[in-house]
């Protein structure tokens, strides 16, 4: 069973905040949440991850509900650079193996 | 430094063929990965390799024979592939594998088997 759900796709504007949303409505105590991102033709790239406090970095900002059961990863201002497919993974840190089970993510396209 | 460098990055082969992808890291990391990542889809964890040694195989098929010969190398051998292993081959790199770290990924090898 898939640990968390994401759209499909979002369209956002040029220089606009993109929020991407997600649903861990199974999430467990111990389990953080991460999101990566993958732009055409390279590897992935970690973004941020958080436990239940909000956290934010040069890169996004990651809100977390406070139930924990979904969480929004922010682009302040999105630039066409940042079109990617965003995954958003939850897992333990404890989990062995420093695994990373990606789901079907989010194709977030930035148009001009 | 902060790369992960994967050669070739382009590779098409035949089934009977016998061919290496290669990955390298010089950030001191211990613990290195290889993804299976196919057209459209996510990246799939094939193993995990911790100090040199392998920590995890997610079951994958003994085609695919995964070799850390020192902790800045990690390389896939292929032998006797099918047309339906033809995907984007991704190797990443952590500091270790014992709890969660950060991953750094290469930018992939795209194989195709004929």
């Known amino acids: 069973d898939a640990k968390t759900t994401q759209p499909t796709s979002m369209d956002c504007a040029e220089g606009r905040a993109a929020n991407l949303p997600c649903n861990h409505s199974?999430?467990?105590?111990?389990?953080?949440v991460y999101w990566y991102r993958q732009i055409h033709s390279q590897g992935p790239q970690y973004i941020i991850h958080g436990l239940k406090n909000n956290e934010t970095n040069e890169m996004a900002s990651l809100i977390i509900t406070e139930d924990r059961k979904s969480s929004t990863l922010i682009l302040p201002h999105a630039t066409l650079r940042d079109t990617a497919v965003y995954y958003c993974i939850v897992r333990s840190n404890m989990e062995y193996g420093n695994k990373l089970v990606f789901g079907a993510g989010t194709i977030l396209r930035v148009k001009s | 430094d902060t790369e992960v460098t994967q050669t070739p990055k382009h590779l098409v082969m035949g089934m009977t063929n016998k061919k290496s992808l290669k990955c390298e890291q010089h950030?001191?990391?211990?613990?290195m990965y290889w993804y299976k990542q196919k057209a459209k889809k996510p990246p799939e964890l094939m193993f995990v390799y911790s100090y040199e040694k392998l920590s995890i195989n997610e079951s994958v098929p003994s085609r695919f024979s995964p070799e850390c010969p020192n902790s800045s190398l990690l390389n896939l051998h292929l032998h006797a592939l099918q047309p339906e292993d033809s995907a984007l081959y991704l190797c990443a790199s952590s500091r270790d594998s014992v709890t969660y770290n950060e991953q750094f990924f290469g930018p992939g090898t795209r194989l195709t088997v004929l």
């Open positions: 950030m001191g990391h211990r613990a």
């Open positions: 199974t999430i467990s105590g111990n389990e953080y």
